[in-house]
């Protein structure tokens, strides 16, 4: 214990309370554009502060001074902050993204008035989940993250977005009520939902029971993911949404799906029952996803094809259920949120200055507009896995993870990770030559990129291009992060001596959960 | 301190109806009912944190009732949240079903642009996108999408969209 743990809950309440002050000023749109603004730059400094003390041991709040199976827990470990960090990051970019958005074209597509309090909200609620200590609160986290996204993705309230918006949403309600129903039974079968002390007492209940609680876990978490057969509602509702909503939609609403997944699979029910299945979803999840890519003929579409295709090598990296499998699928994470995210940003770069994103009726980009190239050339051969970029790297750790592992499964699923590889880089060098090169159409709209657009687009891409340089220490903080997992210092973290954390709670509270293991 | 943990069996068979009906009515095209559907569902998984909580007891305070006779507190706090989050997404889900009558006149779940598109090039076997070094003709999503026109819309439905202006 130490004493910056009044910082692990500052990435929640900052943006919260950003989110309160923005609502109640929703007259002044510049007000909430600085107040949004200044909220997540300190969110930013936080987590990256988080990620800094978290290498030096989990730092564990126990909230409202209730010692810990009883009262609430908000839990910042490795793996936890390296999220946090590197999802303020991405929020804040989008953020200075929509705001230059903003300032270009007025308020039609993001209306300030509620634009500024959701984002936060969301920010919020994908911290929450990330710092989540029990598994009702993770739901919680969840829940406030979704309630935030229904309203950015039917912002404005077109035709098309309440089309896609409705689907989006049912489904997203269908895998909360799942998820709450795991919780429900996991409640009934083991008398807690704090993680730490679920993961003492699930070993002690029935394996058939426990098998049934990971199956329902992974499917609602599976939904939120993105895998595949749980992924079509993706690639239909992303895209109508605006552009930085898209970017970071796709850069973390599916990554906190995986993170939930990597949590309950290291934590919960290390004994790695679910892993076969989770290999054949990883790598139906990137093959059909890869596919559908390679058939679009829309850059939106193509990259949410991509998103779902690459959300299999995460899940390929965990089902492998080793240290080296885990840390690479986390290092995978940290890349994908990045690339994803300014991939979306810079296609909404082309859409404004091409005036579409359809691939037929864009081309010669690379002459018109050869910074746009360059933006968009560096993140997508990322995304591809071209050395030397962190893209690389990652797919490299997974591979070598997967042969190591060398079952036949594997192997399989190394194979397959190659093949998207390649068709990922075929889709991309598809969407290249007919947007970049090519004649351009005759109708070609003059439109000048505001500075801000561009520059947070390019901060991005220079985040992406960082990874590689910081690859070495970052891929070790990863390695440990994975350690961390498989040694499960969590458990001791939460839940220190005596299986009671810091703060205050009555004996009768604690006896109090102790009859319903008797089921 | 052992606790009765058989279930209530009327409250698993309510919730095995609730959970049927709910299902039953979230598989419609209808908004109105997949919410009414998601509100049945969502009940059905409160009721299970009931069952969660063991036999019933006494209010959870000290001094008003003796430890070994108080229903568990735990699960009735949680329930509480899970209602009150159900009543937000239903009253966001209900203003989208009002917005989607305000626009079509209908609040019918409409397919994927693409399902539609790909099932039409499907029939008449033409390649999946027309390429514009050969050809003149250019399909693409976003006029697709402005002509797709739903079965349930009958043709007399020109008129302005009421939301429009």
Known sequence: ?519 | MTVDMTPNLTLVVVIGVLVAAGVYLMLERSLSRVLIGIILVGNGINLTFLVASGAAGGAPIVGMTDTDEMSDPLPQAMVLTAIVITLGMTAFLLALAYRSWQLHRHDEVQDDVEDRRIARIAAYDQAIYADMDTEDTVSDLDRDAAEARDETQSSDDDAEPVGAR
């Open chain 1, 1 to 519: 214990m130490n004493d910056y743990t009044w910082l692990v809950p500052l990435p929640v309440v900052l943006p919260l309370t950003g989110a309160g002050l923005a609502l109640a000023l929703w007259r002044h749109g510049r007000a909430q554009r600085v107040i949004t603004l200044v909220a997540l730059t300190l969110t930013l400094v936080a987590s990256c502060l988080l990620l800094v003390l978290a290498d030096s041991g989990p730092l564990v709040v126990d909230v409202g001074g209730w010692s810990s199976p009883v009262g609430i827990s908000l839990v910042a470990d490795r793996l936890s902050s390296l999220m946090l960090a590197i999802s303020s990051a991405v929020t804040l970019a989008v953020l200075v993204y929509s705001l230059a958005q903003g300032f270009a074209d007025g308020d039609e597509e993001t209306p300030v008035a509620i634009y500024h309090p959701s984002y936060l909200v969301l920010a919020a609620g994908v911290a929450i989940a990330f710092l989540a200590g029990d598994l009702f609160n993770l739901y919680v986290g969840f829940e406030v993250l979704l309630a935030a996204s229904y309203v950015l993705i039917t912002l404005t309230g077109t035709a098309e977005r309440v089309r896609s918006g409705t689907i989006y949403i049912v489904v997203a309600l269908l895998s909360s009520v799942i998820f709450l129903l795991a919780i429900g039974l996991t409640y009934s079968a083991t008398g807690t939902v704090n993680m730490a002390q679920l993961a003492q007492r699930l070993p002690d209940i029935d394996p058939g029971v426990s098998l049934v609680l990971q199956l329902l876990l992974l499917l609602a978490f599976g939904i939120k993911a993105a895998i595949f057969p749980l992924s079509a509602w993706l690639p239909d509702s992303y895209p109508t949404a605006p552009a930085p909503v898209t970017a970071v939609f796709a850069g973390l609403l599916t990554k906190v799906g995986v993170y939930a997944i990597i949590r309950i699979q290291t934590l919960l029910f290390p004994e790695g029952r679910a892993d076969d299945l989770l290999m054949w979803a990883a790598l139906a999840t990137m093959v059909v996803g890869i596919l559908g890519a390679v058939a679009q003929n829309d850059i939106k579409r193509l990259l949410s094809f991509t998103l779902v295709s690459h959300i299999g090598f995460m899940i390929f990296g965990i089902a492998l259920s080793s240290e080296a499998g885990v840390a690479a699928a986390i290092f995978y994470v940290v890349h994908h949120i990045t690339v994803q995210t300014t991939l979306f940003l810079v296609a909404g770069l082309i859409e404004r200055r091409g005036g579409t994103t359809s691939l037929d009726q864009l081309g010669g980009l690379a002459k018109i507009a050869p910074v746009l190239a360059i933006l968009f050339f560096v993140p997508a051969m990322n995304l591809a896995g071209i050395p030397p970029f962190s893209g690389f790297l990652g797919k490299t750790g997974l591979l070598q993870a997967g042969v190591t592992s060398g079952t036949p499964l594997a192997y399989a699923l190394v194979a397959g990770g190659v093949v998207t590889s390649l068709l990922t880089l075929y889709a991309l060098v598809k969407a290249w030559n007919k947007a970049f090169w090519q004649t351009a159409p005759a109708d070609v709209p003059v439109v000048r990129l505001p500075r801000a657009m561009v520059g947070s687009a390019g901060a991005l891409v220079l985040l992406g291009i960082s990874l590689t340089v910081v690859a070495g220490p970052l891929y070790a903080y990863t390695e440990r992060a994975s350690h961390d997992l498989r040694a499960r210092i969590y458990i001791e973290a939460v839940l220190p001596e005596g299986g009671r954390g810091s703060g205050v709670s009555d004996d009768v509270a604690g006896e109090e959960t102790q009859g319903e293991e008797t089921q």
